[in-house]
């Protein structure tokens, strides 16, 4: 099957709907910028056998995919417009895999409100690449930063931690805990919590290097410092069950990252949005702590460096 | 080195003179969009092995990278902005290879006045992959399109044809005609030709496929047809070299493909832009002819199919 075979049958009904894709029919599409909004863009790539193992369903590469790079627009506070997609696959090309990594575009572009505007399927000689350049809108001058986080105020994240890694554990060691290893596979990107903390956040990451990390990336940034209370980590029941079985599981929950959660501060005394916990406060000088009750637990190892 | 270093070195200089950019440092870029414009945005990407040979210097395969993608841009006739770079690349990351293949981006974006705004560098276990989305500038509804080509419409070509597919076949077959190896392995995107085009040019499109495959794409989008003179083909003097030698090379002229040279069509009358050669006429019904006198000689196989 010919490329513009492929493209017509699978890529054009995701296109279809959006205008400035010009049906996929031209060199490049035309992309409209409301007045007084501004464009977010991101770009992030994934790798056969490096970001996924390669055995999971197209569609739910598809997906992790897609929703990494809308974690990217939550983290700046945007809302998703549209996204140019690019597949690197082995020659000769797989009708039945492009269909379902199609299909799983297909149920989350209606779940996230995004549209495939351009982009291109080439063959590969070596594993497969895909890479998705992803588009939001969001009104000038209120993208969420983070470099603007002020000692006294409150660290919050969304939802719970460590599921993730713990998750791509199970899958390299036999588990079985299908909660875990779902949000690995399908990570929720918090697009409605970014959207809802442009007017109040002082600064906002998505988690993807792991708690500390992004803690980090934000106090450099900032040129502060943050106390992160363990005790006050939101973790699931499965996460919990792990750590019982394992006390060393800890390092999975505060350094694991991929768990595309939102990291924000708060002026205190701001209320916080729904499903988000405060798990510290921004302090003086350089340094991200990790604190049982009042002593340091630090490890030396704040996260995974892609 | 860490990816976060190879970045801090060899790409933040490749974007600290776009705001947008964020020195590279958040999850996105901010753009702002001036007002009566709109962007065309294109995702063009090369792998290993199948669009570059691998033995290339870095610095050519990513000004080659780069100019595919503006070759798009100046096809819809627009003004280059910014673009985000997404590389794979075979573990460990060579240093020396990124510093190549920054090197001569640095070049490239002082020749076509554009900056880099984003992107990625993941790892790969296979071949390395590409990817470029390159975002231009165009005055609201000037952007220029394939559908509007009207029977009696000049067609012209920028340039000359089928230097790159020659250059290639040189590669090959240990030939050493340098002027088609540097058409092969550096195309010229005739971004100012494309900007000139906005207001007079009824249909447009960049070279890639090879000229009777790409007027084709014209003529299916404005629904017309094109009779198109063999004799009046546009060729460099190391193009006509190769076809006193074999006249089969003439499959290369119109079939070959990679020239990133301007096809058009202007309204009978309009003075065309400098180095631009009128090759034929739209003409009615569906079909490209290409015509020797008054002699069809069309070949079954318009061009390549990537």
Known sequence: MSEHSLITRYFVPLAENFAGSLFLSDDAAILDVPAGQQLIITKDSMSEGVHFIGNEAPALIAKKLLRTNLSDLAAMGATPYCYFLSLALPAPLDESYIQAFASGLADDQKTFSIQLAGGDTITSKGTATFSITAHGLVPQGKALRRNDAKVGDIIYVSGTLGDSALGLQQLKTGGTDAYLINRYQLPQPRVSLGESLRDIATSCIDISDGL??????????????????QTHLPLSAAAHKQLEKDAANWAFIYAGGDDYELLFTLPDGIKPPPHCT?????????????????TEITPERLGYSH
């Open 212 to 229: 500390l990390a992004d803690m980090n990336h934000i106090c450099k940034a900032s040129n502060v410092g943050a106390d992160i209370h």
């Open 278 to 294: 405060a798990i510290g406060r921004i302090t003086q000088g350089h340094r991200v702590r990790l604190l049982d009750d009042e």
